[in-house]
């Protein structure tokens, strides 16, 4: 089922609208010179969904894509051991800090304008990362990309909601953006692994320019510009948020290479805290928030956004910990890890198959309590895990699980906060939901790396004789983490319980 699922996925997502494309070419509809034919093309919304999920999913890609290739990056541009972190974590801090903001700019200025200027940004960063000479270019690339990705992602999601103006059509539009967000780590590790086997480290960059061109040039085509709500930029707001989330992340990253007692991380977690206090007293008081607090005030749309928070941190011990397992463990290479996610990825998107049917009939609580539960029942299936498992069933178990879990738990959550959210505050909306998914992540890395280092330590001393000391502590302090994970998982159960039981009701 997961297999026809998914295969229906493709079809949906991705066959029909060039179909359609290739048809409105036979009928000479292209180039689009009319506001009549305008119009008409903006009327195909698979094409629509087609180009804004493509650009989510490249956004998505980026988090993880290029975690395979770290040792041919620092074999290339002579990386340090701690500055190969700044890899990964230079996109993560601006895309993560610039999210509100983004959010909200796109509800003033107009959102498919701020997508087209955000996915034009990411891609030229990303062609310029892609021929960096050094090291320091390199990483000034992938800020950009976190710029532009902070840009273009709130508007992504705001976009959908007013491009499907019918419930069941919005409903599996935004629970496909939600499998895309979920499964995309997955097969951006398959991915990632593919281009660098067979071509270089630097196509892993250079795969988004021909995306990122198609959809700057064909979003005004298919996709409609919703009406603008003119406002002022919330400025002290807009700083305040910026910095603190900034801080926030960082703090994270470093907490989880330095540890918690290193005095740097505690001061700029404090700060970063401190400011984001502040950004909420500025926000009661101005007219024009850049957050406007009543997001919060609707009980299902507050308890998405907190299980957008704990659900990453939670499912980010699979994906950094399994890697290593595989690669580090059972000797698996860059590929192979990456295709031993996929049945993750494949069970996750195949509930956006099912989702458009359930969550009407019977609301998001039972959903999300049961997609909690199984998601919890899969990481305790790891905490089993011991040097000589294999991949069936140790792993493949629990990735089916989390698949499932994750699928059904998390996939609703983007119909349940989007379908009520006035139209002036969409794009905020979708900036807050993807800040906490960010901020979540690198909590739930920086504290299971903590505990991992806390019980593989004492692991690899107790090691039997003869035995490989390094394997041992490793598997016990994932298995621990595993534990942990587990732990932060029962807090989505315990927020799912709080849905309001009634049915979902897209207005």
């Given at each position: 089922m997961a297999v026809t699922s998914f295969g229906a996925y493709l079809r949906f997502s991705l066959v029909s609208p060039f179909r359609d494309w290739k048809r409105a070419v036979s009928q000479r509809t292209l180039p689009i010179t009319t506001a009549e034919d305008t119009q008409q093309a903006r009327g195909r919304p698979r094409l629509a969904l087609a180009l804004i999920v493509t650009c989510q999913l490249m956004l998505i890609l980026d988090a993880t894509v290029m975690n395979v290739a770290l040792p041919r990056i620092q074999a290339a541009l002579h990386f340090s051991s701690t500055g190969l972190a700044w890899v990964m974590s230079s996109y993560t801090l601006t895309f993560g800090g610039l999210l509100l903001l983004g959010g909200r700019a796109g509800d003033i200025l107009g959102r498919l304008r701020m997508f087209r200027i955000g996915v034009a940004v990411f891609t030229v960063a990303s062609l310029a990362g892609g021929l960096a000479p050094n090291a320091g270019l390199l990483l000034a690339a992938r800020a950009l990309q976190g710029v532009g990705a902070a840009m273009a992602g709130p508007s992504t999601i705001a976009l959908i909601s007013t491009t499907f103006t019918e419930p069941r059509a919005r409903i599996r539009a935004l629970s496909l953006l939600s499998a895309v967000a979920g499964g995309g780590f997955a097969i951006g590790l398959i991915l990632g692994g593919m281009l660098t086997e067979v071509a270089s480290w630097r196509w892993v960059?250079?795969?988004?320019?021909?995306?990122?061109?198609?959809?700057?040039?064909?979003?005004?085509?298919?996709?409609?510009e919703p009406e603008r709500h003119p406002a002022r930029l919330d400025l002290p707001g807009a700083i305040t948020a910026t910095a603190g989330v900034a801080g926030v992340v960082y703090a994270l990253i470093r907490a989880a290479s330095k540890g918690w007692s290193d005095p740097a991380t505690v001061a700029v977690l404090a700060a970063g805290v401190a400011l984001l206090a502040l950004f909420l007293v500025i926000e009661v008081r101005t007219r024009q928030p850049l957050l406007p607090l009543r997001l919060f005030a609707d009980r299902n749309r507050a308890a998405g956004f907190g299980n957008f928070f704990l659900g990453p941190a939670a499912m980010m011990?699979?994906?950094?910990?399994?890697?290593?397992?595989?690669?580090?463990?059972r000797g698996f290479g860059a590929l192979r890890t990456g295709f031993a996610f996929l049945p993750m990825a494949v069970c996750m998107f195949a509930m956006t198959r099912v989702i458009p049917h359930l969550l009407p009939r019977f609301g998001p609580k039972p959903l999300a309590m049961t997609g909690s539960a199984v998601m919890i029942a899969g990481l305790l299936w790891l905490t089993r895990l011991d040097v000589d498992s294999g991949y069936f069933p140790a792993v493949f178990g629990p990735m089916v699980l989390l698949g499932l879990g994750g699928g059904l738990g998390f996939v609703p959550l983007n119909p349940v906060i989007m379908s009520t959210v006035e139209a002036k505050d969409a794009?905020?909306?979708?900036?807050?939901?993807?800040?906490?998914?960010?901020?979540?992540?690198?909590?739930?890395?920086?504290?299971?790396?903590?505990?991992?280092?806390?019980a593989s330590r004492p692991a690899a001393a107790g090691a039997p004789a003869g035995a490989n000391t390094a394997h041992h502590a490793l598997v016990a302090g994932m298995t621990a983490a595993f534990t942990a994970s587990a732990v932060i998982a029962l807090g989505t159960f315990a927020i799912a319980s709080t849905f309001r039981s009634t049915r979902a009701r897209p207005s």
């Open positions: 960059l250079f795969i988004n320019v021909p995306f990122g061109l198609t959809a700057v040039l064909l979003a005004p085509r298919f996709v409609r011990s699979m994906f950094f910990f399994l890697t290593q397992f595989l690669q580090d463990v794009g905020a909306a979708g900036g807050v939901l993807q800040t906490m998914q960010q901020v979540g992540s690198s909590l739930g890395l920086a504290v299971l790396v903590t505990v991992f280092g806390a």
